[in-house]
Nanobody
């Protein structure tokens, strides 16, 4: 599985930005794709994840720090996950990484780095004050 993240950039505080991650290769039928971020001098942290089971069912999880501001969504046909980021703050500045793992059921949430086996390259998001 290959993951290609794109869409980062520079935005002013209060603004919006959308980043995406496309999965290719031998993508599992059911999987969870997550976003993590790493700011300079800090550890990588969970941002959001979306679990995919069956054609019409998606389950989303968010870190408390982004709830109500970020929305994760998915285009099933394109195997692409989007992260819409609104009301951005300078503390959202980080390199954002997407990650993927196969799942067998939808009830379990995944928010640790060790939960994911496939990682994309990062995309820089910078929020100026």
């Amino acid at each position: 599985v290959q993951l290609q993240a794109s869409g980062g950039g520079l935005v002013q505080a209060g603004g919006s930005l959308s980043i995406s991650c496309a999965a290719s290769g031998r993508t599992p039928s059911n999987y969870v794709m997550g976003w993590f971020r790493q700011a300079p001098g800090k550890e990588r942290e969970f941002v959001a994840a979306i679990r995919w089971m069956n054609i019409r069912t998606n389950y989303a999880d968010y870190a408390d720090s982004v709830k109500g501001r970020f929305t994760i969504s998915r285009d099933n046909a394109k195997n692409t996950v989007y992260l819409q980021m609104n009301s951005l703050k300078p503390e959202d500045t980080a390199v954002y990484y997407c990650a993927l793992r196969a799942i067998r059921e939808y009830r379990t949430t995944y928010s640790k780095e060790s939960d994911f086996g496939f990682w994309g390259q990062g995309t820089q998001v910078t929020v100026s004050s």
